[in-house]
């Protein structure tokens, strides 16, 4: 039976923020709590940690959870919908790697990674077939066991993280995704850009930005979750956007990078945000491939309350 105290992302991903719940929730407007809060929605859902706490210790009656990774989407709605087809296909792939030998593992990821980039042509982000279960099992797979837990893809939308060595992963986890399923099942999820879920968002709203970060300096650019490009460009969309949803009436909370880690005098988010309240909280960084550079970093909490 699934328990929803125990839920967690069925994906991991770089940048989430499972490591940030404890500062976040002091963020958090009072009004979630005494019942004022009734819709969650999040544009960059990712890899969900913050719409799973919210979802097992509040009490809101509607989610709405979206973002343009059509990948990602389709593994959400397949989870929602189909999940009890979806463990078998997990489970036969974490049995299959778990009795290969290392050298046999890397080959079965790289085998897996080929076959998931070949077929995306020939899917149907659209309209749901049975070719969503096998690359949902595909997409968990392959983030359970690729080098760092990332999902990166390239400009042609191809998964290209490399594979990495684990001793015994955990591809199949039932009673997660069980738990997950049941939380989707209040969900509405959709494909597309941030601006979509304005449609939604009235003055009962907690809505939560979670970008693609503005990069630290240039080479520590992670901005491929898709095939979307998130330059400085969108960053000022989305503060635009951001102001919109101000005057409905509604909460709203944004992740950033700081971008005052290595340099001081850059104020981009101050200045693009200076009517609200910006909050620092420590970080670690963990998709520098350089050892010396990952460690505890400022990010930003910006809200409108």
Not at 18 to 39: A, C, S
Not at 48 to 74: C, H, R, W
Not at 148 to 157: A, H
């Amino acid at each position: 039976m699934s328990n929803l105290n125990k839920i967690k992302p069925f994906l991991k991903w770089a940048g989430g923020k499972t490591q940030l719940i404890n500062q976040l929730k002091d963020i958090f407007p009072n009004q979630l709590g005494n019942g004022l809060i009734t819709r969650y929605i999040e544009p960059f859902i990712g890899g969900g940690a913050v719409f799973f706490y919210i979802a097992k210790s509040y009490q809101i009656e509607e989610f709405f959870i979206s973002d343009i990774n059509p990948e990602l989407i389709l593994a959400y709605q397949t989870i929602q919908k189909y999940v009890d087809d979806l463990i078998p296909l997990l489970f036969q792939l974490q049995t299959q790697y778990l009795s290969l030998n290392f050298p046999d593992r890397t080959n079965f990821y790289y085998q897996i990674r080929s076959q998931f980039n070949q077929k995306r042509q020939q899917i149907d982000f659209d309209k749901y077939n049975h070719d969503w279960l096998e690359r949902t099992a595909q997409i968990i797979f392959l983030n359970r066991t690729c080098f760092n837990g990332l999902f990166r893809v390239n400009s042609k939308g191809e998964f290209n993280v490399p594979a990495g060595k684990y001793q015994k992963p955990t591809i199949c986890d039932p009673d997660n995704l069980k738990a997950v399923e049941k939380v989707l099942q209040k969900a509405l999820i959709y494909r597309g850009d941030f601006q979509l879920c304005s449609q939604y968002v009235h003055e009962k709203s907690l809505v939560y930005f979670d970008p693609p970060y503005k990069p630290l300096n240039k080479t520590s650019k992670f901005t491929s979750y898709s095939t979307h490009i998130f330059d400085d460009s969108e960053q000022l969309r989305l503060r635009d956007f951001y102001q919109q949803l101000d005057q409905k009436g509604a909460y709203l909370i944004l992740s950033n990078s700081d971008s005052q880690n290595n340099n001081s005098l850059n104020n981009f988010f101050q200045q693009a945000y200076q009517k609200y309240t910006i909050k620092k909280v420590k970080a670690n960084r963990s998709i520098n491939s350089k050892t010396n550079l990952r460690g505890k970093i400022n990010e930003i909490i910006i809200t409108n309350y």
